[in-house]
């Protein structure tokens, strides 16, 4: 697990240049990392769908979700042009569908849990992360999504 790691890092931080095929495989590796974790041995549970005001509160301790959806979050628009509002949306959803995509991949495996509430600390991560890119924004950050990194050579 810690050369899964260490490959996790060097994808997040060729992602954060702006090399699509990075982000594209960490992502995946995100997902995979569930199946892995339980040796691909499937042990489906049912996701709990309903919950109420209380429980919609309490999830937003979930910070662990926060953190990695605003890191997300910046990752995903790092492969985007941001001279608009629409690649802001654009890789919110994007992370939204992450999110849900977790929660199946808990479900189906087996490891976690699989709630739809895990959804409210994954969208107050994606606001968290939008703010971090406005602000890296403000301070001239650039994107430059590409999916080589031939274009860093010039």
Same mark, same amino acid.
């Given at each position: 697990?810690?050369?899964? %790691? ?7 931080? !060729? @992602? ?7 982000? $594209? ?8 990392? /569930? ?13 709990? !769908? %309903? ?9 937003? %301790?979930?910070?662990?979700?926060? $953190?990695?959806?605003? /890191?997300?979050?910046?990752? %995903? ?10 690649? /802001? ?25 699989? =709630?739809? =509430?895990?959804? *409210? ?5 994606? !606001? ?10 403000? *301070? ?7 999916? @080589?990194?031939?274009? =860093? =050579?010039?």
């Amino acid at each position: 697990m810690w050369l899964l %790691t260490g490959l996790r890092v060097v994808l997040a931080i !060729l @992602s954060l240049l702006g090399a699509r095929w990075a982000y $594209v495989a960490f992502m995946v590796l995100g997902l995979l990392y /569930f199946p892995m974790k339980v040796g691909f041995g499937f042990d489906p549970h049912q996701c709990e !769908l %309903t919950f109420d005001l209380p429980l919609a509160i309490y999830s937003l %301790t979930n910070y662990a979700h926060i $953190v990695l959806f605003a /890191f997300g979050y910046v990752l %995903t628009s790092a492969q985007f042009r941001l001279s608009k509002w629409r690649p /802001f949306v654009w890789a919110a959803a994007i992370m939204l569908v992450f999110g849900a995509l977790v929660e199946i991949a808990e479900g189906v495996t087996g490891q976690g849990h699989c =709630r739809s =509430r895990d959804l *409210i600390p994954d969208t107050a991560g994606v !606001l968290i992360g939008c703010v971090i890119v406005l602000g890296f924004k403000r *301070i001239g950050w650039k994107p430059r999504p590409s999916w @080589s990194l031939m274009w =860093r =050579r010039r």
